[in-house]
């Protein structure tokens, strides 16, 4: 796997391989322009449903 994610302590690890080894970067380059810390909180979200509803929105919102 070029790239791993870790969910741990409330907030996303993201580490990236290379020869040896995994580094840990801030930011995916797969998917360089998420917000990281704007998706931690849905994931925390309590209701599923809404929690995607809601980030859906927050996109949509980022992107106008």
């Not at 990281?36 to 994931?43: G, I, R």
Request: hydrophobic letters at 40%; charged letters at 25%.
């Amino acid at each position: 796997m070029p790239e791993v994610w870790f969910w741990e302590n409330g907030q996303f690890k993201l580490y990236r391989l290379q020869p040896e080894d995994y580094e840990p970067i801030e930011q995916s380059e797969f998917l360089p322009d998420l917000d990281l810390t704007l998706l931690a909180t849905y994931v925390q979200h309590p209701e599923p449903l809404d929690a995607v509803l809601e980030f859906r929105a927050a996109l949509r919102k980022a992107l106008c």
